[in-house]
């Protein structure tokens, strides 16, 4: 494993709420992230789909992790939009988000959520968020 | 406490991940819903603040009420957007969401989630989405 | 007329685009910021509405008005998100638009576009968007 | 030149506000739809870069026929959200749209817009939204 994923698994080992979803960084790189969220019983709201607020976190947690890699520094997502597209009803959430452009303070990510049916992805969800660059000395605001 | 104030918080208490995030309706009608969010240790990201992931849960739930109120029927979250505004670090977070519109196939929603510190309620996040009806007919389909 | 008004007008004024479409601002203060767009044969689509581009429009130059009170400089939009909800069919669009959040480099606004129909205002839109403080030296890039 | 280019030119002709912008539609299939806009004095803001509200004419029109290719029949744009990643300085906008999905009654369609410098096209925006299937009966109602 690079320094870069094991860095990114350092720190998502160190977020509770990632601890509750059991999520897993499977790739962190310049160019690709991948994040995995296991699905269970626990995951689903009241009809028996994945509950929109899992989806969501795989997408927010995703986007963030694309957009640290871009800016190569503290960050924090300032906003995302998610459009839901099927319901998710697989084994767990792959979420697949890439930077598509880094700049100085901030970077525009895209995150694709598949939900991962036997061996196949099928795509769930998709996001576009702004990941802001935190500044050099801490302050109370986040954005 | 009113018959929909009953039926909302008796479909919550079957959304496994709502039971997870321990989640309480403390008002849903026509014109208000409100969606109460514990925080807690587990509920956090590395450093200290709330996870984005959770806000959005909760503003997320909080639209699709307020959608559901307005549309009176089955529905399901079509999308949303999300600005994290002040990080969340209080005692829990107050998801306060209302239907804008209310057509004929989907509500547009808004919601504003505020971070409980104290007594006070301060703005941490605002959401605009848009909730679907469901067709009369199960598809496997969500939109 | 106060200066504020008269700077924003002046502003405006500056904008072809914005002499295109006939813009007014008719308020502008760190509280209230209020464009209007005259509809008329030029600013339909095929099917007798108003196009969603002139209703983009107003919203986002609304959205960067109010942004600019609160932020008091020099600003860009970075990102707004916005729901179509009734045609647009009367005689001008109203843009209302207030910054939620004024931080230090980004402000969160939001705004309603209401549709005139004789003396009613009819809300027909409602956006959410990313004002981003520009920074003190220029640079090529706009986010 | 196909049936189905020449139909989706027949209705931009149609918009009032597309002859305004001088929007050319340039390609339009089930998996490609491609929007040109040209820039000029007249759609710039005031400090000499392309006025948001273009740039999201343009996603606007192109998401809406991406999610007429898929949907195959009449449609309304619901809602997108937009980023603006660099200014557009350039002869014209390309927006490129395509459907991620095309459901019962709605898409969800991707667009990124490209800012024409010389013959290098750069992004200069990038947006989602959702568009709705118009319902069979006439109705006052947008969304």
């Keep these: 494993m690079d320094d870069m994923l094991e860095t990114g698994r350092d720190i998502l080992a160190k977020q509770p709420f990632s601890r509750v979803m059991q999520a897993e960084l499977v790739a962190w790189s310049k160019t690709e992230t991948v994040l995995r969220v296991p699905l269970n019983d626990n995951t689903q709201q009241h009809i028996g789909m994945t509950h929109g607020g899992v989806i969501c976190y795989a997408a927010d947690n995703a986007l963030t992790y ?78």
Tied chains: 1, 2, 3, 4.
């Design 66 to 143: 694309a957009g640290a890699a871009a800016l190569g520094s503290g960050v924090v997502t300032s906003e995302l939009k998610i459009n839901y597209i099927r319901p998710a009803i697989g084994s767990a959430l792959i979420a697949r988000a890439v930077a598509l452009h880094g700049g100085r303070s901030q970077a525009v990510c895209r995150c694709d959520v598949y939900d991962l049916r036997g061996t196949d992805e099928v795509l769930c969800a998709t996001a576009l968020g702004t990941i802001a660059r935190l500044p050099s000395k801490p302050e109370t605001e986040q954005a």
